[in-house]
């Protein structure tokens, strides 16, 4: 059963256990409406996690200047994609909004200005794993942005500041790709139906396979300075918005956490859906 949102005052609630933190490599968003192994993978997690209060969605695909946070009663479903089939336009996925857990994320970050929005909504990096996850629609979500003008270390330090939301029921989804090529896609049908043909060019394995061994490593200082980790890694994150959000869900890590992966494989040559779950 879903815990209810307490609207009426901005104290925490001590939830029963704390709550774990996901990485989803999301992907095309053809698996939000798609039968696969990997959106196979999401709904199990929907069953398998303790049920949240709220979920706090950290996508690849909200980029802003400076840091924000949806703070509407009810989020828009936005398609923020172009050139797939008629009937994922049509998903809506009508999960209500939490202005209190936008107050929440707002007080209990210190290291940036969060700046409450309006304006944006849910994007496919959030409500296409969602859609699949938890298809009721029925918990609230809140996206946090991505500060396009800040490094590596900004959003790490950050993540870091969101950790007691863990110990008050929310969920942290942070959604985007280890390997995230789009230049790079080996188009060999020619149509969407491409990005999920499981192949892995060898920079992308390798780069993945890097990631893999630093994260079990605990070296997180090194996946923060990943512009030093040679062509592979180079090749692997042209943009950083589709790398940053696992640095949210690394940062999270407690110190006696495990980190267990998921959906470890790479597609159309560029691309790794691999996702982890730390708890």
């Given at each position: 059963?879903?815990i209810?949102?307490?609207?009426?005052?901005?104290e925490p609630?001590k939830?029963?256990?704390?709550?774990?933190?996901?990485?989803?490599?999301?992907g095309?968003?053809?698996?939000?409406?798609?039968?696969?192994?990997?959106?196979?993978e999401?709904?199990?997690w929907?069953k398998?996690?303790?049920?949240?209060?709220?979920i706090?969605?950290?996508?690849?695909h909200?980029?802003?200047?400076?840091?924000?946070?949806?703070?509407?009663?009810?989020?828009?479903t936005i398609?923020?994609?172009g050139?797939?089939?008629?009937e994922?336009y049509?998903v809506?996925?009508?999960?209500?909004g939490s202005?209190w857990l936008a107050?929440?994320?707002?007080?209990?970050?210190?290291?940036?200005?969060v700046?409450?929005?309006?304006s944006w909504g849910?994007?496919?990096?959030?409500?296409s794993?969602?859609h699949?996850?938890?298809?009721?629609?029925n918990?609230?979500?809140?996206?946090?942005?991505?500060?396009h003008?800040?490094p590596?270390?900004?959003?790490y330090?950050?993540?870091?500041?969101?950790?007691?939301?863990r110990e008050?029921?929310v969920?942290?989804l942070?959604?985007g790709?280890?390997?995230?090529n789009?230049?790079?896609?080996?188009f060999?049908n020619?149509?969407?139906?491409d990005?999920?043909?499981?192949?892995?060019?060898?920079w992308?394995?390798?780069?993945?396979d890097?990631?893999?061994?630093?994260?079990?490593?605990?070296?997180?200082?090194?996946l923060i300075?990943?512009?030093k980790?040679?062509?592979?890694?180079?090749?692997?994150i042209p943009?950083?918005?589709?790398?940053?959000?696992?640095?949210?869900?690394?940062?999270?890590?407690?110190e006696?956490?495990?980190v267990?992966?998921f959906?470890?494989?790479?597609?159309?040559?560029?691309?790794?859906?691999?996702?982890m779950?730390i708890q």
């Open positions: 059963m879903v209810p949102e307490n609207k009426r005052q901005n609630n939830a029963s256990e704390r709550m774990p933190v996901l990485f989803i490599g999301h095309s968003p053809m698996n939000a409406i798609e039968d696969n192994p990997w959106s196979r999401w709904g199990e929907g398998k996690l303790p049920a949240p209060r709220a706090l969605c950290i996508s690849a909200w980029e802003t200047h400076g840091s924000g946070v949806t703070a509407m009663e009810q989020p828009r398609h923020d994609f050139g797939f089939p008629p994922l049509a809506q996925y009508p999960a209500p202005p107050s929440r994320v707002q007080s209990i970050v210190h290291h940036a200005r700046e409450p929005d309006q849910l994007d496919h990096g959030c409500w794993i969602l699949v996850m938890y298809p009721q629609a918990i609230p979500v809140v996206q946090l942005s991505l500060n003008d800040a590596a270390q900004y959003h330090d950050l993540a870091k500041e969101l950790a007691p939301l008050e029921g969920l942290i942070a959604s790709n280890m390997v995230h789009l230049r790079r896609v080996v060999r020619g149509t969407v139906e990005f999920n043909v499981p192949y892995g060019l060898d992308a394995i390798e780069a993945n890097l990631f893999k061994k630093l994260i079990l490593e605990n070296q997180h200082q090194a300075d990943y512009r980790l040679g062509n592979a890694v180079q090749m692997a943009t950083p918005e589709h790398y940053l959000p696992m640095l949210y869900s690394l940062a999270l890590k407690g006696n956490e495990s267990t992966f959906n470890d494989v790479a597609l159309a040559g560029s691309l790794t859906m691999t996702s779950i």
